[in-house]
């Protein structure tokens, strides 16, 4: 039992919750996920957990199940995780960030998530330097993490991108 909201003797009310109970077995993780993820997402993917609490210390879970519905408020859809071997700290309702595997390659040209723009659009860019000023380039996107996005094409490695926003194409800039 995780929290008793009511004593015996105390008269039951519609709508009021008596008491929260957990599951008992296996550890299991529910996270919301962006419905535009679901195309490289499939049960049996290995993912990597950092409690918010323990930053420092990750472990192991599986994606389990996508729910075959979408919460169309928010866009997403419910993913739960197996987690073979939980740590002792884990509790339940904690703050947990989730990173799914979903490729896993020897080299690809990354930048950081900052840098792109249009991000969501059908030709996402990015701001390189060239002759000191910011120039556009559109850019085909792969892989993408909370920090970085894979390129595949529209740049070239060593190439300089630029991720402060408020610099526009066609400005004037120096590399630091």
Do not use: W
Request: hydrophobic share 45%.
């Amino acid at each position: 039992m995780l929290e008793r909201s009511a004593e015996p003797g105390d008269i039951a009310q519609p709508g009021r919750t008596a008491m929260t109970l957990a599951l008992d077995g296996a550890t299991r993780l529910v996270a919301p996920i962006d419905e535009k993820n679901l195309a490289v997402l499939k049960p049996g993917q290995a993912a990597r957990v950092s409690a918010d609490a323990f930053p420092a210390t990750r472990f192991d879970a599986v994606l389990d199940t996508l729910s075959p519905g979408i919460d169309v408020q928010r866009g997403t859809v419910e993913a739960k995780f197996r987690v073979p071997a939980p740590p002792p700290f884990l509790r339940s309702d904690m703050t947990v960030s989730i990173d799914i595997a979903v490729a896993d390659k020897e080299s690809a040209l990354v930048v950081p998530a900052a840098a792109l723009r249009e991000a969501s659009s059908p030709e996402p860019s990015v701001l390189v330097l060239r002759d000191g000023v910011a120039t556009r380039a559109g850019v085909k996107t792969g892989a993408r993490t909370s920090s970085q996005v894979e390129i595949l094409a529209g740049l070239s490695a060593g190439e300089l991108v630029i991720t402060e926003s408020t610099v526009a194409p066609g400005d004037r800039v120096r590399a630091r």
